[in-house]
C-alpha cells in the first residue's frame, strides 16, 4: 500500500480538513503502516499527529510544505536532526526571509528529504537533484495529469526518482464541498464565483486504496514512496512542560 505523503491536516488552516485520528482510522482500515504530515508552511500540528499515529501503532512522518522560488517543496526529516533544520528554516522562513525561500537558504537541510513537482523550473529541479536527496512527485490527480510528460522526461534525464505523492486534504469525497468553503473563506471569495481556488477533486484520504491501479504502470513510484517512508525515523514524545530557568528567587510577597 502507498506511504501517504503529501497529507494536509487542520492545521494548514482554511486548507485541509483531515483530523489526526480520522487519518489514523483510516491507515489502520487500509493496513498502512507509516503516514506523513505536510502542512502549508507549517508544523503546529506535528506533536498531535506524531502521538495520534504513535498510539495507533503507526509510523509518523514529520514535514512541511514550503514555497520556493517560482513553486513549492516538501521537506520530510529522516531524524531528530532533519526535525531541527526543518524547524529553524520554518522560523526563518517568517523571522528573517519574508515569507520567501530561495535555493541557497536550504543548504542547511543536512538530515532531510526534498520532493518537488511541475510548480518549479527545469533549473530549480536540477539544482535539487544535485545537492540534496531530492525527488519529483507524481500525483496522478486530475489537476496535475497535463504536466507528466515534463516530469517524466526531467526524471530521465536527471535521473531523479519518481513517487508517488497525492495530495489527500479531506476524509471522504462528499468532505471536498466543506473545503471549497474554507477556500473561499481563506480567499474572501464566494462558491458562486467561476474564477476561483477551488477543492481537489480526488484528494479524499479514505480512496487511497484507488491510487494502487493509478499508479500500476509505474509501480516503482510507489516503492520510492515506502522507501521515503522507511528512511523517515523521527518521531514527537510526550514531554512535560518545561518552564524557562529565571535568576531571581522566589519571595513571599508582604501581605
Given at each position: 500500500?502507498?506511504?501517504?505523503?503529501?497529507?494536509?491536516?487542520?492545521y494548514?488552516?482554511?486548507?485541509?480538513?483531515?483530523?489526526?485520528k480520522?487519518a489514523?482510522?483510516?491507515?489502520n482500515k487500509?493496513?498502512?503502516?507509516?503516514?506523513?504530515?505536510?502542512?502549508n508552511?507549517n508544523?503546529f500540528?506535528?506533536?498531535?499527529?506524531?502521538?495520534?499515529?504513535?498510539?495507533?501503532g503507526?509510523?509518523?512522518i514529520?514535514?512541511?510544505k514550503?514555497p520556493?522560488?517560482?513553486?513549492?517543496?516538501?521537506i520530510?526529516?529522516?531524524?531528530?536532526?532533519?526535525?531541527?533544520?526543518?524547524?529553524?528554516l520554518?522560523?526563518?522562513?517568517?523571522?528573517k526571509y519574508?515569507?520567501?525561500?530561495?535555493l541557497?537558504?536550504?543548504?542547511?537541510?543536512?538530515?532531510?528529504?526534498?520532493?518537488?513537482?511541475?510548480?518549479?523550473?527545469?533549473?530549480?529541479?536540477?539544482?535539487?537533484?544535485?545537492?540534496f536527496?531530492?525527488?519529483?512527485?507524481?500525483?496522478?490527480q486530475?489537476k496535475?495529469?497535463?504536466?507528466?510528460?515534463?516530469?517524466f522526461?526531467?526524471?530521465?534525464?536527471?535521473?531523479?526518482?519518481?513517487?508517488?505523492?497525492?495530495?489527500?486534504?479531506?476524509?471522504?469525497?462528499?468532505d471536498?464541498?466543506?473545503?471549497?468553503c474554507?477556500?473561499?473563506?481563506?480567499?474572501?471569495?464566494?462558491?458562486v464565483?467561476?474564477d476561483?481556488?477551488?477543492?481537489?477533486?480526488?484528494?479524499?484520504l479514505?480512496?487511497?486504496?484507488?491510487?494502487?491501479?493509478?499508479?500500476?504502470?509505474?509501480p516503482?513510484?510507489?516503492?520510492?514512496?515506502?522507501?521515503i517512508?522507511?528512511?523517515?525515523?523521527?518521531?514527537?514524545?510526550?514531554?512535560?512542560?518545561?518552564?524557562?530557568?529565571?535568576?531571581?528567587?522566589a519571595?513571599?510577597?508582604?501581605?
Amino acid at each position: 500500500m502507498l506511504t501517504p505523503l503529501r497529507v494536509y491536516s487542520e492545521y494548514s488552516l482554511l486548507e485541509s480538513s483531515l483530523r489526526a485520528k480520522v487519518a489514523a482510522d483510516i491507515c489502520n482500515k487500509n493496513e498502512i503502516e507509516s503516514i506523513a504530515i505536510c502542512d502549508n508552511s507549517n508544523m503546529f500540528g506535528a506533536m498531535q499527529w506524531s502521538l495520534e499515529m504513535q498510539k495507533s501503532g503507526i509510523k509518523p512522518i514529520i514535514g512541511s510544505k514550503l514555497p520556493l522560488n517560482s513553486g513549492f517543496i516538501w521537506i520530510y526529516c529522516k531524524n531528530e536532526e532533519g526535525y531541527v533544520e526543518l524547524s529553524n528554516l520554518i522560523t526563518d522562513f517568517y523571522a528573517k526571509y519574508d515569507r520567501k525561500i530561495g535555493l541557497n537558504h536550504l543548504f542547511s537541510l543536512k538530515n532531510c528529504i526534498i520532493l518537488c513537482d511541475h510548480s518549479l523550473s527545469d533549473d530549480e529541479i536540477e539544482f535539487l537533484s544535485k545537492n540534496f536527496e531530492a525527488y519529483i512527485a507524481i500525483s496522478r490527480q486530475k489537476k496535475d495529469l497535463e504536466f507528466e510528460p515534463r516530469l517524466f522526461s526531467l526524471s530521465s534525464k536527471l535521473e531523479m526518482p519518481l513517487v508517488a505523492a497525492p495530495f489527500f486534504h479531506y476524509k471522504n469525497d462528499e468532505d471536498s464541498h466543506a473545503l471549497d468553503c474554507l477556500l473561499c473563506i481563506k480567499n474572501s471569495t464566494v462558491l458562486v464565483e467561476d474564477d476561483r481556488e477551488r477543492a481537489i477533486e480526488d484528494a479524499a484520504l479514505s480512496n487511497i486504496a484507488s491510487f494502487d491501479d493509478k499508479f500500476s504502470d509505474i509501480p516503482f513510484a510507489i516503492d520510492n514512496a515506502n522507501a521515503i517512508g522507511k528512511k523517515c525515523n523521527f518521531m514527537i514524545k510526550a514531554s512535560s512542560p518545561k518552564m524557562p530557568g529565571s535568576k531571581w528567587k522566589a519571595e513571599t510577597l508582604p501581605s
